[in-house]
């Protein structure tokens, strides 16, 4: 399993359902569009930093975000 791939997934339908851009995101992260794509791909990996700032701006939780079910 990978974490990075399951993450990048669950982050691109976060924002999607928001109806926002990977542009718009990536600023939100101080990042360009191109790094941000590197995120939703699971090419690299997110901080704990952008984490929290993602799951605030996408209304979703970690757990969410990592596809945990409780």
């Keep these: 399993m990978n974490i990075a791939k399951i993450v990048g997934e669950n982050l691109r339908l976060a924002r999607k359902a928001k109806g926002l851009s990977q542009t718009q995101v990536a600023k939100a992260i101080n990042k360009y569009q191109p790094d941000y794509s590197e995120y939703e791909r699971g090419i690299i990996q997110l901080d704990y930093e952008k984490i929290v700032i993602l799951c605030k ?5 970690p757990n969410d975000l990592f596809g945990f079910d409780l």
Excluded at 57 to 61: A, E, F, N, R
């Design 57 to 61: 701006m996408l209304d979703i939780t």
